[in-house]
């Protein structure tokens, strides 16, 4: 490689250490499809993470969340929430989301989220490939970098900490056919690991006192 492409290797690295994508490979951004008729009212509420790509703003996070709600505009307001052992304190992140195409007909589950961070705006594509509302969706997103590379991210939801049996076989269908099985790092979600010292914390139990 000569210095050139190094130069270029790194310009792009350094993009991409910048954004929330983490699977860098070659080519441009797949259409895949996505769940249609999409309900964002049933849509809203406590997810608990089982699986993603690494991402840079989640590196070494377990015990993840997200937790959606309206604002009063109608946008959805992105509450995220992790651990970072060893550490026992949450840190969280705050976001919103908009349906990207609203006056599409049937409406697709392709959403634009932003977060604010250091005054920069960071936009990244959210889009639910599947989901029954109650209990699994799972979620990618895609942007090009450059012209000759993507950069994606994805997410495996579910409304408890584990997916049940038919759950997790409904979730694997999307996997084979979208996702990078290999890529997939699972998020710990063990309750006694995951409890909490924030007794505003409902979504895992507290900590025993000591």
């Known amino acids: 490689m000569n210095s050139i492409q190094l130069l270029a290797a ?11 994508g983490q699977l860098v490979s070659p080519g441009v951004c797949q259409d895949f499809p996505v769940h249609v008729n999409f309900d964002v009212p049933r849509y809203l509420g406590l997810w608990y993470e089982i699986r993603r790509y690494e991402q840079v703003f989640q590196r070494g996070g377990e015990c993840v969340t997200a937790e959606y709600s309206l604002n009063d505009d109608g ?7 992790m651990l970072v052992p060893p550490g026992q304190v949450r840190q969280s ?12 007909s049937p409406l697709e589950a392709k959403l634009n989220v932003t977060f604010d961070a250091t005054a920069t705006d960071i936009s990244a594509n959210y889009w639910v490939l599947g989901t029954d509302y109650d209990s699994y969706a799972v979620v990618w997103g895609c942007f090009g970098v450059g012209t000759t590379l993507r950069a994606e991210s994805a997410w495996i939801l579910s409304r408890t900490p584990t997916l049940t049996p038919q759950a997790e076989a409904e979730v694997q269908r999307y996997v084979d056919l979208y996702l990078s099985e290999e890529d997939l ?3 710990v979600q063990n309750l006694d690991f995951c409890c909490t010292i924030d007794p505003e914390v409902t979504a ?3 900590c025993p006192t000591q």
């Open 10 to 20: 790194a310009f792009v690295l350094g993009l991409v250490g910048l954004t929330s």
């Open 185 to 187: 790092r699972p998020t």
């Open 75 to 81: 946008s959805v307001r992105v509450f995220n929430s």
């Open 204 to 206: 895992y139990p507290q």
């Open 93 to 104: 992140d705050v976001g919103r989301a908009v349906v990207a195409f609203p006056d599409e």
